[in-house]
Structures are given as structure tokens and as C-alpha cells.
């Protein structure tokens, strides 16, 4: 399985880093459920577009028709074809960020999700997310799911990993989250597994790393999954809860309770200084600014 010069849809609905198979109709269901929504009305327009496809198959998706080519060639894409499959078909996510290299892509099976690929050309932030998973052997915790590790390489000069993928349906944030047993569960788990370096304060607790509305999300019945561990790291007391109720509020415009985060300046300094440095694209700097005044008005008072 190549892929070279297959053809996909890029869809004209905000998702202009996904890629939608546009030959099967199970792969364009499973391409769809790659979009990322979170607030109502897109959500609904996800699933009516997922509706749409079910009955009328790839064509119902609107946007251009492109054709992907392999990065580094169709012979190093073949190596590592090889080495991930068998899978006859891909939907693709192109990652929005900027400074973040790599891509993502569901392997697909007769249209069927067989495992979710993530692809870098260096291994940290695998190390990193293969680490933090590896504290949930049975990819389970305390109210939430996570992907279970598949299979791990390096070919052809790739750095790479495949992870369950999610069910091929679109899933929706969780709202009204009880975060204290989450985090309590989280925090014991990672603590026994991130290497702890004398740089590290003293005082500083394990943390996801990239918890926001969009990465625990419920797709279909059962607890909800988190995602996407490659920042798992030591932070803070209260990063995570800090980051996720500063990305809830600049996505839905409140935190998810009254007062939701307050009370942990330096969590809030630090993740003011990370989003600082971020090199997001175009697409990206009007969340980066709400979360950047979300951050500052978290932080110490001053005056």
C-alpha cells in the first residue's frame, strides 16, 4: 500500500489539515470523524456530514479533490508501508501547528479503522507519549480511556507509532467533567513512570500536558477517551487544570464551573510562557491570543 497520488477530499468545512478518502465510503466515515469539533452547532454540522456520507458515500463531502503524495518519496513511504501494515487506505491529519513537524493518519483495513499512525522525524515527543501510555497498561483509569500502544519503530529514517484508534464516529468534548478524581488518577499513574531529572522542582507534580476540551472527548457510549499524551511531562501543581479550563474558556467562553482553575499563579505563568513561544499558523493566533488574556487574567493580581 503506497497511497501515492490517491485521492482525497479536503474539506471546505474548517478542517483544511484533514484529509477525507474520496474512493470508499467507510474511508470518508472515518476520515470525517477526523475533524475536530467542539462546539455545538459544528458538531452537528460534523454529524450531518457524517449522515451524508453514509448515504451517498465520498461525494457528499464538499471541498476540493487532491491528491496526496508521500512525504520523502514513494520508495521510503514503501519501507514503512511495509513495516506499519497491512492497510489498504488512509485518512490523513496534517498537523495545524506550525512548529510541530509530522503527520498522523488512520490505517484503514477494507475501509475499517486498523490503528492510528503518528509519524516524526525525530522520536522525543513518541518517547514521550509511548512513556506516558505505558502507566495505563490496560488502556484504562479513573473515568476516562486511553489509546493502547500498538506497535513502535524506526524506518527509513522515521520515527514512528501506531495506537488504537478511536471508534469511526464523531466524538464531542465532555462537558461537566469531574476533573479532581481524573487528575488524582492521572498524577499517581504518570508519576511512576516520567523520569524525574534534578532539574525538576521539588514541588512539581506530573501533568498530561495537552488537556483541553477537544482532547477528552466521548465518542459513543462508556467513559470518554484522552488523547494525544506527547507533551506527559512535570509541571506545576494544577497545569492541567489550568490549561484546560483556560482552552474551555476560550473555546465556549466560560470555564466549565465558577472559578475553575483560579488559585495556581504559577501553573498560569507557565503556561503563559509556553503559548508565548508557540509558532502557530494563521489558523491558530485567535485562539493563541484568547488563551494568552484567558492565562493573564488566571495569573497574580497585581495593582
Not at 469539533?37 to 457524517?50: C, G, M, N, P, V
Not at 482553575?261 to 513561544?277: N, P, S
Amino acid at each position: 500500500m503506497t497511497t501515492s497520488g490517491h485521492e482525497f477530499v479536503r474539506p471546505a468545512m474548517g478542517a483544511r489539515n484533514v484529509l477525507v478518502p474520496a474512493r470508499s465510503r467507510r474511508g470518508a466515515l472515518a476520515g470525517v470523524s477526523l475533524i475536530t469539533r467542539s462546539k455545538t452547532a459544528a458538531l452537528a454540522a460534523q454529524w450531518a456530514l457524517y449522515g451524508a456520507v453514509a448515504v451517498f458515500g465520498p461525494r457528499a463531502v464538499p471541498g476540493p479533490r487532491v491528491r496526496w503524495e508521500p512525504p520523502g518519496g514513494p520508495e521510503r513511504w514503501r519501507a514503512l508501508a511495509e513495516r506499519v501494515g497491512p492497510f489498504d487506505g488512509l485518512a490523513l491529519y496534517e498537523r495545524p501547528q506550525a512548529s510541530r513537524t509530522g503527520l498522523a493518519a488512520v490505517l484503514l483495513r477494507e475501509g475499517r479503522p486498523a490503528g492510528f499512525l503518528k509519524l516524526r522525524d525525530e522520536p522525543d515527543e513518541l518517547d514521550r507519549e509511548e512513556r506516558a501510555l505505558a502507566a495505563f497498561p490496560d488502556g484504562r483509569a479513573e473515568g476516562f480511556r486511553v489509546p493502547r500502544v500498538l506497535d513502535r519503530g524506526e524506518t527509513a529514517g522515521w520515527h514512528w507509532m501506531v495506537i488504537e484508534a478511536m471508534p469511526p464516529r464523531p466524538a464531542r468534548p465532555v462537558r461537566g467533567v469531574a476533573l479532581e478524581p481524573l487528575l488524582a488518577d492521572l498524577q499517581r499513574r504518570l508519576k511512576q513512570v516520567l523520569p524525574r531529572t534534578q532539574e525538576v522542582p521539588a514541588h512539581w507534580v506530573p501533568m498530561h500536558g495537552d488537556l483541553t476540551a477537544w482532547n477528552l472527548r466521548r465518542c459513543g457510549p462508556g467513559v470518554p477517551w484522552l488523547i494525544d499524551w506527547e507533551d506527559a511531562a512535570w509541571a506545576p501543581p494544577g497545569a492541567d487544570l489550568v490549561y484546560y479550563e483556560a482552552t474551555h474558556t476560550s473555546v465556549f467562553g466560560k470555564p466549565s464551573s465558577p472559578g475553575a482553575g483560579r488559585g495556581h499563579a504559577e501553573a498560569a505563568e507557565f503556561w503563559l510562557k509556553r503559548v508565548a513561544q508557540r509558532s502557530d499558523s494563521d489558523h491558530d493566533a485567535a485562539l493563541k491570543a484568547r488563551l494568552s488574556d484567558v492565562l493573564r487574567s488566571m495569573g497574580p493580581r497585581t495593582g
